[in-house]
């Protein structure tokens, strides 16, 4: 007979599988933060390699991100000097365009 695994073994297991370490989620929501001071518009919606994507609504608000990209990055290390992100890119989608080249 199989026995079942606590929830409290399996949500950390699941998320590491899922690639949402502990250092991923911080870094996701102090860039969240940072995105959202810039007024609504747009969200973090990916994280992969060194790339964090982020998709906006406008071309105003993609060009006040693409300006702002460093300046969020700095905050960010600013309030979390543990994480390296020195490879880290911010790309900027807007939303209903296509990234198909």
């Known amino acids: 007979m199989r026995t079942l695994a606590p929830l409290g073994q ?3 297991r699941l998320l590491n ?4 370490t502990p250092e991923k ?11 959202s001071n810039l007024g609504g518009g747009a969200q973090v919606i990916g994280l992969k390699g060194n ?3 982020v998709e ?3 071309p105003s608000h993609y060009s006040e991100l693409s300006m702002r990209k460093r300046e969020i990055l700095r905050s960010v290390q ?10 880290l890119q911010i ?7 296509s990234t198909k080249k």
């Open 25 to 35: 989620y911080g870094l996701l929501s102090l860039i969240e933060r940072e995105i």
């Open 51 to 53: 790339y964090l994507y």
């Open 17 to 20: 599988n899922l690639g949402l």
């Open 56 to 58: 906006v609504e406008s």
């Open 10 to 12: 399996f949500v950390p």
């Open 78 to 87: 600013k309030d979390a000097p543990d994480l390296n992100l020195s490879q």
């Open 91 to 97: 790309r900027v989608i807007l939303k209903g365009a």
